[in-house]
């Protein structure tokens, strides 16, 4: 039996006897919100190490804007109040930070940015619940009457279609090999999509049986009114804990063989020693380690971890670890100028990689290839980037997975394609099952 340890006016905290069964009850409790956000690190050591599972539903208020100003609306947001807030971070910002445009065509329809300030916030651990509201001891009885989400997901048709065929894919992966061969560029990110229309699915079914085969330390299930993100990412953007700010970007990934531990570490070691994917990381490592020169104090920038190999439910791949210390006084939304969107989404030059990014891929990005997390009441925050995901229109039906590689001029047109599926399957799958 749960019991409550302590109490403040507005915050309670509960023992847990069930992580897991606490969790999935929080989870079904969530579908009465038209909007809320869930992340979820499923107990992945991971360091710096975040809370282990925060919910925020419902809204006290919101910003929702698009890429002009957003920026400095969220900035003026912020400053009204000393609170929690949770939201997101489109790709299309980039069109603010850098004055670029977007014209392509976009089925889920994410605003570019948005955020609200929580109704409730619940955090949860191994062994506590700690629920902060107007009426947490209501919230908590309520929470102990609701049924958990089931694990089983079930059956149903959803037909994902490849927006690019496998030879038009590879005839773009060679013509940007050409702008990198004549100078434009050093490394680009191209991401496909894969999609369906006028679907119907339950998303909090669909994020549980994505939980059970691919467990990632910075999962998310995320609602605005009809648009969801279901989301499965290892990777993390940007944490600031105090002064301290720290990114993690992912570059290089090598296929999981899970009933073959042999071919499984032989996998992991060739990932190890690739120079084509320790090349696209150290690429990588050096635009984050300039974004941050920007707002940090001279000399504090600094690599903690060059080429970690880190193993997930369904691959292995290569992260690195930068950090500095934040000049006093940087806001918000000066460290999101200076860093986003983040440089293993995009590739380098930043700028001029932006822009052929749109020349070529078929669909907007929009939340893909953005962030989502939380800012805390302390002013530290935690932001994902958002990729293996689903996004979800439940309006008008429209699905879409999207899935890219880094792409440098000795990348195999094939073995990029293979990537993206790699990436993509596991999602796919999910859906169809």
């Known amino acids: ?16 006897r069930d992580f897991e069964q606490m969790k999935k ?3 079904s409790w969530t579908k009465q919100f038209n909007t809320f956000c869930f992340l979820d690190n499923h107990q992945y050591p991971l360091e710096p190490h975040s809370m282990e599972c925060l919910l925020a539903a419902g809204e006290k208020r919101r910003l929702s804007a698009s890429a002009g100003n957003s920026l400095d609306q969220l900035q003026k947001f912020i400053q009204e109040k000393r609170c929690w807030l949770f939201g997101h971070l489109g790709y299309d910002l980039k069109n603010e930070i850098e004055e670029l445009s977007s014209s392509n065509a976009d089925g889920i329809q994410f605003p570019d940015l948005f955020f609200f300030e929580p109704e409730v916030v619940i955090r949860l651990t191994e062994k506590e619940m700690v629920i902060e509201a107007d009426d947490p001891g209501a919230i908590f009885e309520a929470l102990s009457n609701t049924t958990a989400i089931a694990n089983s997901l079930p059956a149903g048709m959803v037909h994902i279609r490849n927006r690019l065929s496998k030879p038009e894919y590879i005839s773009i992966i060679n013509e940007l090999k050409r702008h990198i061969l004549r100078g434009d560029c050093y490394e680009i990110n191209f991401c496909q999509e894969f999609f369906a229309e006028k679907t119907e699915i339950d998303p909090l079914f669909v994020y549980q049986q994505l939980s059970v085969v691919s467990p990632n330390p910075f999962s998310a299930l995320y609602r605005v009114n009809d648009h969801w993100l279901i989301c499965a990412s290892p ?20 296929r ?5 531990s042999v071919q499984d570490n032989t996998n992991k070691l060739a990932l190890t020693h690739s120079a084509k994917d320790r090349s696209e990381n150290v690429m990588v490592v050096d635009l984050v380690r300039n974004d941050l020169a920007k707002i940090c104090e001279e000399g504090t920038v600094k690599v ?21 210390e934040l000049k006093k006084d940087s806001s918000f939304t000066d460290i999101i100028k200076a860093t986003f969107p983040m440089g293993s989404m995009t590739g380098a030059p930043k700028k001029r990689v932006m ?4 020349e070529y891929e078929q669909t907007k990005r929009g939340i893909f290839s953005g962030a989502v997390g939380y800012i805390s009441p302390q002013g530290d925050f935690d932001f994902n980037v958002v990729i293996r995901s689903i996004m979800y229109n439940a309006f008008s039906g429209y699905i879409s997975i999207q899935a890219g590689s880094a792409i440098t001029f000795h990348s195999d047109a094939e073995k990029e394609w293979d990537e993206c599926l790699l990436k993509a399957t596991v999602l796919i799958n999910v859906l169809q099952r």
Do not use: W
């Open 304 to 324: 903690d971890e060059l080429f970690g190999i880190y193993s997930f439910p369904q691959v292995h791949q290569m992260i690195s670890t930068i950090s500095g």
């Open 1 to 16: 039996m749960n019991t409550l340890i302590k109490k403040t006016s507005t915050n309670c905290t509960f023992t847990i």
């Open 256 to 260: 999981r063989v899970l009933n073959d």
């Open 25 to 27: 009850k929080v989870l």
């Open 235 to 254: 990777e993390r953007y940007l944490i600031k804990q105090g002064n301290r700010i720290l990114s993690q970007p992912i570059k290089g990934t090598s």
């Open 355 to 358: 822009a052929l990014i749109e």
